[in-house]
């Protein structure tokens, strides 16, 4: 294990962030909140100087598989732990267990929340708030590999840690320009819709920070009735349309800019994606009409809204669909563990994984029928190795005994079965809101700590992909080898 190269990692990682709470300081300064901007600042200061003392670059700096993953999770803690600090400091959030809630909530881009009034909250603290969204959308390393060199290293190891998916290859021969790649992509998306939301009559900060959460898929609104309190057929259907957007595999979009348009279309997952996310908007639309809305087109305005919004794993809301017929409310819930697209910014088990899954239960289907048959499952004409199919079913299983161990915890809190097990689906599948106390109008702080710290540990696996933080506790990983 190289110790060093994982210091040198966290140290970097901490300068970045300061460098991103930075912005936040400005912003404070720019409304006035001085007192607000002094505690970011001090919190800055901690960081550049404990990235100092850990900073030293290792005579070795070269890692695998094994320092990637370790780099990762550990990455996600400390980035949680003090990005928590200014609404503890400032005393916005009083209780440390629910800052870290918030903040991990927001660079998991889950977007649940124990905010009972959001408005009431300073502008440079729900800017940081919007702002971890953004951030943890792509991912923090990958950021960091775009920028800097990693000399004697293979970065790749950090990407396949910590971006969602079975697998996450090279766009390009070097790890460090598909990184590169994918942030232009996700920041060009980003200055666009900002762009579109301003030219819907949206104030800038409103569009920055709502754009913020659209293109993490995270959900934090600066308004207590999320993106309802507008009330704007124009601004709903631009959101809705970016959260689609940013659940497709950004890989896709690679093809799309580099004029393959061909294999662009061809993308087995993009249009599997589309398809269940498009034929899930008519269904629940067409559930809706007559019994919720009078028209069909109402009905599908909010249908298409909240089935992007929970597909993607976003988790705003323009109304409270708890209140929507069991068949609507059943499609929305079976959707949050969906998810998006691999190597998206949203969550869930994802598109590909469900394609790999259905290709294999078909195949043993088959066999029953022809037991000599050789068949070999494809995705987009490429065949899928046997151990990624072995790791998608394993990953699917241990996703599935997470979620209902959690559930169990959470329970104890004896609150109602829909709550309690849509609060961990929710967090698990970093979507936010969720049914009956924890749905769009309602929120997280009912809950106990210790069922906090369980709904913020699901965050963390649901956004790693459970092996990097499983991988974190594990003894074996941290026992030094003899020589």
């Not at 028209?295 to 705003?316: I, P, W």
């Not at 959707?335 to 469900?354: E, V």
Request: hydrophobic share 50%; proline share 3%; with cysteine.
């Amino acid at each position: 294990m190289n110790f060093g190269v994982i210091r040198y990692l966290l140290a970097i990682v901490l300068r970045f962030e300061a460098a991103f709470m930075g912005l936040s300081l400005i912003v404070s300064l720019l409304y006035g909140e001085y007192q607000t901007a002094l505690v970011f600042g001090i919190v800055i200061a901690a960081m550049a100087l404990i990235s100092l003392a850990l900073g030293k670059k290792p005579a070795n700096r070269s890692f695998f598989t094994k320092e990637g993953v370790i780099a990762v999770s550990l990455s996600w803690l400390v980035i949680s732990v003090f990005g928590a600090l200014p609404f503890y400091f400032t005393g916005a959030i009083p209780s440390f267990v629910d800052c870290l809630f918030e903040t991990v909530s927001g660079f998991t881009t889950t977007g649940a929340s124990i905010l009972t009034d959001v408005e009431a909250m300073e502008k440079g603290l729900l800017f940081w708030r919007s702002f971890t969204h953004w951030i943890g959308g792509m991912g923090f390393l990958v950021f960091v590999m775009s920028i800097l060199p990693m000399a004697g290293a293979d970065p790749l190891h950090l990407m396949r840690a910590e971006s969602p998916g079975p697998t996450t290859e090279k766009l390009v021969p070097k790890a460090r320009q598909t990184a590169k790649i994918l942030y232009s992509i996700y920041l060009g998306l980003t200055v666009l819709q900002i762009i579109l939301l301003l030219a819907g009559g949206m104030p800038l900060f409103d569009s920055v920070t709502h754009t913020f959460g659209t293109a993490g898929t995270g959900g934090f609104s600066i308004k207590n009735t999320s993106i309802g309190a507008y009330n704007s057929v124009y601004i709903e259907v631009v959101i809705t349309v970016f959260m689609a957007l940013f659940g497709i595999n950004f890989s896709a979009y690679f093809l799309l800019f580099t004029g393959k348009l061909r294999q662009f279309f061809r993308h087995e997952e993009t249009r599997v994606y589309l398809g269940i996310m498009i034929t899930s908007m008519l269904l629940i639309a067409f559930d809706l009409w007559g019994r919720v809305y009078n028209n069909f087109g109402e009905a599908l305005r909010y249908s298409s809204f909240q089935v992007s919004s929970v597909m993607t794993t976003t988790g705003y809301a323009t109304t409270n669909f708890d209140t929507w017929p069991t068949f609507s409310r059943i499609l929305l819930v079976a959707l949050m563990f969906a998810g998006a697209s691999a190597g998206s910014t949203g969550g869930g088990i994802k598109t590909s994984r469900l394609i790999i899954m259905f290709k294999a239960l078909k195949r043993e289907a088959l066999r029953i029928l022809h037991p000599q048959a050789a068949r070999v499952i494809k995705l987009d004409n490429v065949p899928v190795h046997e151990e990624v199919i072995h790791g998608t079913g394993t990953f699917i299983f241990t996703y599935g005994a997470i979620t209902v161990l959690s559930m169990l915890l959470v329970s104890l809190d004896g609150y109602d079965l829909a709550t309690s097990a849509t609060a961990v689906a929710a967090c698990i599948n970093n979507i936010g809101p969720g049914l009956g106390r924890v749905s769009p109008v309602g929120n997280f702080s009912i809950f106990s700590d210790l069922s906090k710290i369980v709904l913020f540990i699901d965050m963390l696996i649901g956004r790693l992909e459970i092996y990097p933080m499983l991988v974190l506790i594990s003894p074996a990983i941290w026992r030094r080898r003899k020589a």
